[in-house]
């Protein structure tokens, strides 16, 4: 099983940039790699996701599109998120996830078996 670690979660104002890292420890050839952020009292949703198998191309939430970007650095065996022109809203806690195989929706949290222990990222207006 994947090892994942994240970093570069911070404070920011709103308007800003922060780019997360996930280090991954472990085969995550033609795997799902996704970021999903949780805010206290909310439902851990789905941000992005990239398969490093295969020519798909990378998912969005709608909430995020044109503002993040998903990236991966094979050679690195990590994974990014840069995240631009940051909202409030944007203020949760950022995990990453793999698994090999997803079934249902990429932005499903029960499809993923590895987790990160997660990097916070507080945005303020």
């Known amino acids: 099983q994947v090892q994942l670690a994240e970093s570069g979660g911070g404070s920011v104002q709103a308007g800003g940039s922060l780019r997360l890292s996930c280090a991954a420890s472990g085969y995550t050839a033609s795997t799902w790699l996704a970021w999903f952020r949780q805010s206290p009292g909310k439902k851990r949703e789905g941000v992005a996701v990239?398969?490093?198998?295969?020519?798909?191309?990378?998912v969005y939430a709608d909430s995020v599109k044109g503002r993040f970007t998903i990236s991966r650095d094979s050679a690195k065996n990590t994974m990014y998120l840069q995240m631009n022109n940051l909202e409030p809203e944007d203020t949760a806690m950022y995990y990453c996830a793999a698994n090999k195989r997803v079934g249902g929706g990429v932005f499903e949290a029960e499809q993923y078996i590895s987790w990160g222990q997660g990097t916070q990222v507080t945005v303020s207006s």
């Open positions: 990239v398969y490093t198998g295969g020519s798909y191309s990378p």
